[in-house]
Structures are given as C-alpha cells and as structure tokens.
C-alpha cells in the first residue's frame, strides 16, 4: 500500500495525558499537513511541512500541540495535557508541490475521556 | 477571509435520481477547488481538481463544474454506493507559499435502492 498511513486509527486517552500520532506519506511526497475533523465539519488545517521544515501554523494550535518532521519523512503530532475539546479525528495528508492534489491517510480518532 | 458553503447539507436521492451538489465559495486568489468524498470512519479521498472558471471534470457518474463564484459536482443515475459526504475545499494564492486547503462542511448524500 503506497497511500498515506496513519497509526493509531484509534486513541482513548484520559483528560491530562499527553498522546501522539505518526503520520507516514506518500514517499516521494515533500509536502505533508495535519488536519483536524469534528462531526459534521469539514476538515481544519492545524499544521504542514515541507520537508522538514515546519512552514505554517494555525492559529488552532494551541501551544500544546507540537509536529515534528525530522528526517522530511514521517511526521509526528503531539497534544499535551489534552482535553476533552482536544476530541476529534486527525488527518494527515501529502501532497507533491504546491499545486497538486493532497492525498489523505485515514486519520486517527482521539476520544478524551 | 475564505468561505465555502456547501448546500444542500444532506441529499436522499432514489437509485438512477441525478441531482447537483453546489459549493460557492469566497477565496481572495484561488489556487484550486477540490472535491473529496468521505465515507463514515475514513479519511477523504480525493476526486477532482479545477483550477479555472469554465473547467469541467468527469469521472464515472459524476462531473465537476467551476465557475468564478461556484462549482458544482453532478451526480447521473447515482447507485447506493455512491453514498458518502462529498466535501469542497479551496485552495489560495499566499505570500507564504502554503497551500493548505480550506473545506466546506460537506454534502451528506443517501442513495436509496
């Protein structure tokens, strides 16, 4: 499978904990997002790189989350300290430049309980 | 700011029904529109991209329209497994060079056999 992978596809975490995501994409793909879905909205940019370089953030993300690149391969998300609003699905998507189409993984679906 | 709006919000539709699904959008340099279909649980899986006003898209039963203000994605005799949440999404020209995409809230379509 070439797609866009995510792990865990799901997290159960008490309020206070700290969890984090892995995203894996598209290998040839330099451009990787971060996303977050609630129900029944469509997807909010949080974060993307380009490379390893961290280019831009929203202003969704709070000071505790954290995204990391290192190696301009797979990409980590982090949420500090979370809270029950912290309660969403989290997409990652690649993409190749600038213009081109951005390929989804399947998300992971945090519940904060 | 950017602004997409998706309508209707939800659509039944009975199986070989063709209807229209409509994103208007507000974007200050668009870059691209983009349509997604999202299936329950999953992450979005990309379909079209138009990037000028007049540009039409096809691919199997549907076909993506664009215009300066809207675009639209019709749907010729849907069958039931065309049921998803078909999202829209924008894409901007920044000064930043990011080309994150901004969605609208999605179209819940039902085909009913």
């Known amino acids: 499978d070439t797609g866009v992978s995510q792990d865990p596809r799901h997290k159960i975490t008490k309020r206070g904990q700290n969890v984090t995501f892995r995203c894996d994409p598209i290998?040839?793909?330099?451009?990787l997002y971060w996303y977050r879905q609630t129900l029944g909205q469509g997807p909010e940019f949080l974060t993307y790189?380009?490379?390893?370089?961290?280019?831009?953030k929203s202003r969704l993300l709070s000071d505790r989350f954290s995204a990391e690149r290192p190696k301009g391969s797979f990409s980590t998300l982090e949420i500090q300290r979370t809270e029950q609003g912290d309660s969403a699905m989290y997409l990652c998507?690649?993409?190749?430049?600038?213009?081109?189409?951005?390929?989804f993984g399947q998300g992971t679906r945090l519940t904060v309980v | 700011e950017d602004q997409v709006t998706q309508s209707p919000e939800a659509l039944r539709l009975q199986e070989g029904e063709s209807s229209s699904l409509n994103c208007s959008y507000t974007?200050?340099?668009?870059?691209?529109l983009f349509w997604y279909r999202q299936d329950p649980g999953k992450g979005p899986e990309f379909l079209f991209t138009?990037?000028?006003a007049g540009e039409e898209k096809e691919k199997e039963r549907l076909k993506a329209t664009l215009t300066k203000k809207e675009s639209f994605l019709h749907i010729t005799a849907p069958k039931p497994e065309d049921s998803a949440t078909y999202l829209c999404a924008v894409q901007a020209v920044r000064q930043t060079g990011a080309n994150n995409l901004f969605f609208g809230t999605g179209t819940r379509l039902t085909v009913i056999p």
């Open positions: 974007v200050s340099g668009l870059r691209g």
């Open positions: 790189f380009q490379n390893e370089a961290q280019l831009e």
């Open positions: 138009l990037y000028s």
């Open positions: 998507a690649s993409s190749l430049g600038a213009t081109t189409e951005a390929f």
């Open positions: 290998s040839e793909h330099n451009r």
